[in-house]
């Protein structure tokens, strides 16, 4: 069964950063591209990011990008999300999404919650 | 971007009867190579995260009721619940996967009427 949990949201002040993790199981991590989604309190939601399975190849919203930077441990099974200069409209449930056949997102997490704020 | 215009923004149905969503994309999400569409539709409910209804505009996933039906090419496109059910009840997002960023429509909340 594939099972995404993602980890390590929380409050933080605006200027600040925080790291997402979304642990990956139950199939071949590597084999997949994978993003992060995000929804505002009452939104809908927003693409953040990509990275394909060897972790060469990463894409942005333009919202995020030359903050977030997205990474991956293929030996861990584990995605990140490093966030950097946080904003009050990042403000959001993160959701990690495994991307298959370039077309849909079958899989995610249950999500985990930013708060910026001071 | 591609921008992603969902219609109406909420639809009120009685059981049993059909609920059409409407999708526009500011630009074709056919794909020349394989004349696929890359245009899904979720389902999310309160405290949940989304769930795949439909992939390339019209192939339902597995799993999911048939009463779920996607259409169109291009750049329009319909999520068909041909028979309501209560829980139906949900946010209905379509979404294009054809360039970076992958952007989402606005959304669709259907209630019963």
Known sequence: ?118 | DIVMTQSPDSLAVSLGERANIDCKSSQSVLHSSNNKNYLAWYQQKPGQPPKLLIYWASTRESGVPDRFSGSGSGTDFTLTISSLQAEDVAVYYCQQCYSTPFTFGGGTKVEIK
């Open chain 1, 1 to 118: 069964e594939v099972q995404l949990v993602e980890s390590g949201g929380g409050l933080v002040q605006p200027g600040g950063s925080l790291r997402l993790s979304c642990a990956a199981s139950g199939f071949t991590f590597n084999n997949y591209w994978m993003h992060w989604v995000r929804q505002a309190p009452g939104k809908g939601l927003v693409w953040v990011s990509r990275i394909n399975g060897d972790g060469t190849t990463t894409n942005y919203a333009d919202s995020v990008k030359g903050r977030f930077t997205i990474s991956r441990d293929n030996a861990k099974n584990t995605l990140y999300l490093q966030m950097n200069s946080l904003r009050a409209e990042d403000t959001a449930v993160y959701y990690c999404a495994r991307g298959d056949d370039y077309s849909k997102f079958v899989s995610w997490g249950q999500g985990t919650l930013v708060t910026v704020s001071s």
